[in-house]
Structures are given as structure tokens and as C-alpha cells.
């Protein structure tokens, strides 16, 4: 019996010993690692979520070339609700008729890093923030959950703000505070 324990020690220990070189081959958590925590859907209305786009020297609208900025993708997604009538039948449910954005970012000269030796870099500091405000609107028949918009004069997005929603239903949001219902844009750029 003294055997038996003895060697059911040693294979424990042996089992313990392979299992340490595994949990230092796990990936550790260092200061580069990026964490994003899901929208806050008490203070925002609406999951709101932006793709960046590859960026366009110009295009053109009605005949003129018009410079352009960064593109983006703004994807709405209203939180499903388990809303009734009066009848017990379950209502439509709400969808993004209207919404107001702002987007906030930098110029492309302030993101730009002289490569001549001696040159002073740019920094975001030295410049101020732009921003750029969109209307964007739909119908109760081809609501919003996707919409393109292109910036004028910014090209460097950093986050996106929404200040005001329309419902389906006739109801509506505004934002109360500033930055209540922010987001920062997708940091992955789709290119053909």
C-alpha cells in the first residue's frame, strides 16, 4: 500500500511538471493588447458600429470632381425589444428612420511623419480637432442600417458620436451630454 502512494505521488507530480511549460506558452496580457468593451446600451439607443473605408483621392458628383477625406460605413442595429399591443400581438418593432452623426478626427498633414532627419513631426496635439456633422435619413419603408458617408476634410476618423435618432414609431433621442453616445470606427480598412 506504502508503494502504491508513493507512486501515485510521483505520477502526480510527474502530470503537475508537464503541465507547467503549457501555461507558460499561453499568451500573456501585456500593455499592447487592445480590449473593447460592447456599447452601452443605456446610454446609446441604438448598437451603432463603423467600418472604415479605403480612402479616394476625389470623386465626382454631378460632373465635378469633389476632393474626399475617409470613407465610412455606419452600421445600425436597434436592440430588440419584447414590445406587445394592446391585443397581445407582438409590435413592430422599431427601426432608424433618421439619425445625426458627428465625426470627429485630424486633417491627413497633422497624421504625416516628415522622413527627412532633423524635421519636427507633426503631433495631433499641435492641431486641433475637426469635425464634420451628417444627417442621415431613410424611410419607415427602407430604414437606415447601413449607410456610406465620406468626410470632406478629415482623414484621419478617430471616433463618431451620435447626437440624435428617429424611430419608426415616432419616438426619438437626443443626446443630453456631450459624448454620451460614442464609438470608435473599426481599425481593419477593406481594400480592392
Not at 452600421?75 to 407582438?90: D, I, K, Y
Amino acid at each position: 500500500m506504502r508503494t502504491s502512494m508513493i507512486l501515485s505521488l510521483l505520477l502526480c507530480a510527474l502530470l503537475l511538471a508537464a503541465a507547467l511549460p503549457l501555461a507558460g506558452q499561453s499568451p500573456a496580457l501585456n500593455e499592447r493588447s487592445q480590449f473593447r468593451f460592447p456599447p452601452d446600451h443605456m446610454a446609446c439607443p441604438v448598437d451603432l458600429r463603423a467600418d472604415r473605408r479605403a480612402g479616394v483621392i476625389s470623386r465626382e458628383v454631378d460632373g465635378k470632381t469633389i476632393p474626399t477625406g475617409q470613407g465610412l460605413v455606419l452600421h445600425f442595429r436597434v436592440p430588440s425589444e419584447t414590445a406587445s399591443t394592446s391585443q397581445g400581438n407582438a409590435a413592430t418593432p422599431r427601426r432608424v428612420i433618421s439619425a445625426d452623426i458627428t465625426v470627429h478626427g485630424y486633417t491627413g498633414r497633422v497624421i504625416a511623419q516628415p522622413l527627412t532627419a532633423g524635421a519636427k513631426p507633426l503631433t495631433v496635439g499641435a492641431q486641433s480637432e475637426l469635425t464634420e456633422d451628417f444627417h442621415l435619413t431613410g424611410s419607415v419603408a427602407n430604414p437606415l442600417t447601413e449607410k456610406a458617408v465620406w468626410t470632406a476634410k478629415i482623414h484621419g476618423i478617430t471616433w463618431i458620436e451620435l447626437t440624435r435618432v428617429t424611430f419608426s414609431d415616432g419616438s426619438s433621442w437626443q443626446r443630453t451630454i456631450p459624448s454620451e453616445c460614442r464609438i470608435e470606427p473599426s481599425l481593419f480598412v477593406l481594400v480592392k
